[in-house]
């Protein structure tokens, strides 16, 4: 499956998974409790100054980073056309600061120390007889399609940019929808084959 991990080193590459995935929680529950417009303002300013700061590695997702914004604008947008325009910049900065977060740790970190980070928290479960690789593995996967998926829409979408000079938009759905399918196919014969059944 193609993934967004950056091969290009940051300094957020040196950090330990389960710090990632620690400050990620904390940083993501943070944005949910927090109201008060300035201080959501001022955490989603300090979230972008860190996406930048992975240099090269963060700037190539500009694209998704594009989209997110398109989708923060049209939620405040609607919040303003219901007359709440306070609303819908919060909620705006909640999403745009918590994807920032969530898109550093996927371009950051590999999917194999996630998958160990998982394991050892789910480790607990084990003595009640819970396959707790399996679970993980299926969490895990979750996570990767998630990122596969967005992977294949970019490809699908330069090589069309490319053929006739604008983005593809609802027309690549179909082929989107096959290349997917074909993903989970190939996997699940991987799985079978190393699982056992």
């Not at 979230?47 to 930048?52: G, K, S, T």
């Not at 819970?130 to 992977?151: D, H, K, M, S």
């Not at 829409?153 to 082929?175: C, E, I, M, N, S």
């Amino acid at each position: 499956m193609r993934s967004l991990y950056a091969t290009r080193r940051t300094w957020l590459h040196g950090v330990p998974a389960w710090v990632k995935l620690l400050a990620l929680s904390i940083g993501g529950t943070a944005l949910m409790l927090t109201g008060a417009l300035g201080q959501l303002a001022v955490a989603a300013m300090i979230v972008l100054a860190l996406f930048l700061s992975l240099g090269p590695a963060g700037w190539r997702q500009w694209r998704m980073l594009r989209g997110l914004l398109i989708a923060c604008t049209l939620i405040a947008g609607f919040h303003w056309l219901a007359g709440d325009p306070a609303v819908g910049v919060i909620s705006a900065l909640r999403i745009m600061a918590a994807s920032m977060l969530a898109l550093m740790l996927t371009i950051t970190t590999r999917f194999d120390d996630l998958l160990t980070v998982l394991e050892t928290i789910l480790s607990p479960l084990r003595r009640f007889g819970v396959p707790v690789e399996r679970i993980a593995l299926g969490i895990g996967l979750t996570l990767r399609f998630a990122e596969n998926f967005y992977a294949q829409w970019q490809r699908l979408d330069d090589a069309h940019r490319a053929r006739t000079g604008r983005g593809g938009g609802l027309r690549l759905l179909a082929p989107l929808a096959i290349r997917a399918l074909q993903t989970a196919e190939r996997v699940a014969d991987a799985l079978v084959a190393r699982l056992g059944g």
